[in-house]
């Protein structure tokens, strides 16, 4: 088992930024693809970023491409979001998956999943 606790998220203007964390416990994260996925209100959970086990590739939804960083520090169990130029749109929950399969959009790939933080940016 293993279990995921995202933190960061708050409330930030238009054009700021936000990093968020997601800790691992229970198993060594370096077993893991990661991603970072967001659900809007009264929205679908929808794909944001992605990253390999090792950190040597990553993946972007296009709506965040040059925008948000996915990375990762195997040792100490964390992924981050680092998330810049914030627009109202990226306004969600956050939540972070762990999967077996390698890095992929599709969150029915993801095993374990944490309890969500919210992102709120004004405008």
């Known amino acids: 088992q293993v279990q995921l606790v995202e933190s960061g998220g708050g409330l930030v203007q238009a054009g700021g930024s936000l990093r968020l964390s997601c800790v691992a416990s229970?198993?060594?994260?370096?077993?893991?693809?990661m991603g970072w996925f967001r659900q809007g209100p009264g929205k679908e959970r929808t794909f944001v970023a992605a990253?390999?086990?090792?950190?040597?590739?990553?993946y972007y939804a296009d709506s965040v491409k040059g925008r948000f960083t996915i990375s990762r520090d195997n040792a100490k169990n964390t992924v981050y979001l680092q998330m810049n130029s914030v627009k109202p749109e990226d306004t969600a929950v956050y939540y972070c998956?762990?999967?077996?399969?390698?890095?992929?959009?599709?969150?029915?790939?993801?095993?374990?999943w944490g309890q969500g933080t919210q992102v709120t940016v004004s405008s």
């Open positions: 998956a762990a999967g077996d399969w390698g890095a992929t959009t599709d969150l029915n790939e993801y095993t374990y």
């Open positions: 229970g198993r060594a994260l370096s077993y893991f693809a």
């Open positions: 990253i390999t086990w090792s950190g040597g590739s990553t």
